[in-house]
């Protein structure tokens, strides 16, 4: 089992930034792609960012790209979302997210997701 803890959420203005950290634990994650998602109420779940675990390859989400970097450290197993720039659009619960390698970055099928950490950003 693996079990994915989000981190690093909160409220900031336009403009603003947060890095938000998902710290695993339990099975090893040196086999797993890590990416992840956002769903803003009402709306669908949308793909943020992935990386393999390497962390040779990243894919990101069409309107995130530019501002937003994911970065892990696999000796200490955490996954990191640089999120630059945010913008009020950008208002979501955001999840950490992790499946087994080999991946297709750009949308996989997690086989386990964190508990979430929101992200509001006002204008």
């Known amino acids: 089992q693996l079990q994915l803890v989000e981190s690093g959420g909160g409220s900031v203005q336009a403009g603003g930034s947060l890095r938000l950290s998902c710290a695993a634990s339990?099975?090893?994650?040196?086999?797993?792609?890590m990416g992840w998602f956002r769903q803003a109420p009402g709306k669908e779940r949308e793909w943020v960012a992935g990386i393999t675990p390497s962390g040779a390859s990243t894919h990101y989400g069409t309107f995130v790209k530019d501002r937003f970097t994911i970065s892990r450290d696999s000796a200490k197993r955490i996954v990191y979302l640089q999120m630059n720039s945010l913008k009020p659009e950008d208002t979501a619960m955001y999840y950490c997210?992790?499946?087994?390698?080999?991946?297709?970055?750009?949308?996989?099928?997690?086989?386990?997701w964190g508990q979430g950490t929101q992200v509001t950003v006002s204008s």
């Open positions: 339990g099975e090893t994650t040196l086999t797993y792609c």
């Open positions: 997210a992790a499946a087994l390698s080999p991946c297709v970055l750009g949308y996989f099928s997690p086989n386990y």
